[in-house]
T-cell receptor, first 112, second 111 residues
Framework: EAGVAQSPRYKIIEKRQSVAFWCNPI?????LYWYQQILGQGPKLLIQ????????DSQLPKDRFSAERLKGVDSTLKIQPAKLEDSAVYLC??????????FGPGTRLTVT | SQQGEEDPQALSIQEGENATMNCSYK?????LQWYRQNSGRGLVHLIL?????REKHSGRLRVTLDTSKKSSSLLITASRAADTASYFC???????????FGGGTRLMVKP
């Protein structure tokens, strides 16, 4: 079974630039999550999708972050414009009902 | 905000010893999960324990859950150098599986 795919794996941008991350969940997993993990901390949920609908985005900084999952499969997370404090690993995860979450390898973002 | 708090924050042991990590949380939960994260890599799901369960085993892993104390422990028996990683507990409050993570325990197993 293929795992959760994410790209790119690494990204370096300057502050005020824009960046987008892509995630392809495990086939058949209806639920998709984006987490932000700052160095030395546990992951923090940014947004949860159920199919193509948003379940929870209460911790998403909506003035600069946006995410979509148009066809209920792949998802993109965008930051526009980026700030220094956005430097982190962005993790995508998916799950099916009754299972734990399966995480992708993450995208390490460095904002300079 | 983080729901869980792991204790200790860092643990160093010799290969062959047992490692115990504890997790406390604040609100009622649907289930509690433990994850492992190797340096620079993604999170790997280890074990899930539901709120109506008290103990669960998986290989060298043993997890306990005490909902009255809002705490859980992860025991790794006969540790190996390959167990060196950060371990996170995460809770869900409903069936939607939205995880709230603690800050993690960084385990080092010396060969």
């Amino acid at each position: 079974e293929a795992g959760v795919a994410q790209s790119p794996r690494y990204k370096i941008i300057e502050k005020r630039q824009s960046v987008a991350f892509w995630c392809n969940p495990i086939s058949g997993h209806a639920t998709l999550y984006w987490y932000q993990q700052i160095l030395g901390q546990g992951p923090k949920l940014l947004i949860q999708f159920q199919n193509n609908g948003v379940v929870d985005d209460s911790q998403l900084p909506k003035d600069r972050f946006s995410a979509e999952r148009l066809k209920g499969v792949d998802s993109t997370l965008k930051i526009q414009p980026a700030k220094l404090e956005d430097s982190a690993v962005y993790l995508c995860a998916s799950s099916a009902e009754g299972t734990g979450s399966y995480f992708g390898p993450g995208t390490r973002l460095t904002v300079t | 905000s983080q729901q869980g708090e792991e204790d200790p924050q860092a643990l160093s042991i010799q290969e062959g010893e047992n490692a115990t990590m504890n997790c406390s949380y604040k609100t009622s939960i649907n289930n509690l999960q433990w994850y492992r994260q190797n340096s620079g890599r993604g999170l790997v799901h280890l074990i899930l324990i539901r709120s109506n369960e008290r103990e669960k085993h998986s290989g060298r892993l043993r997890v306990t859950l005490d909902t009255s104390k809002k705490s859980s422990s992860l025991l790794i028996t006969a540790s190996r150098a390959a167990d060196t990683a950060s371990y996170f507990c995460a809770t869900t409050r409903n069936a939607g599986n939205m995880l709230t993570f603690g800050g993690g325990t960084r385990l080092m197993v010396k060969p």
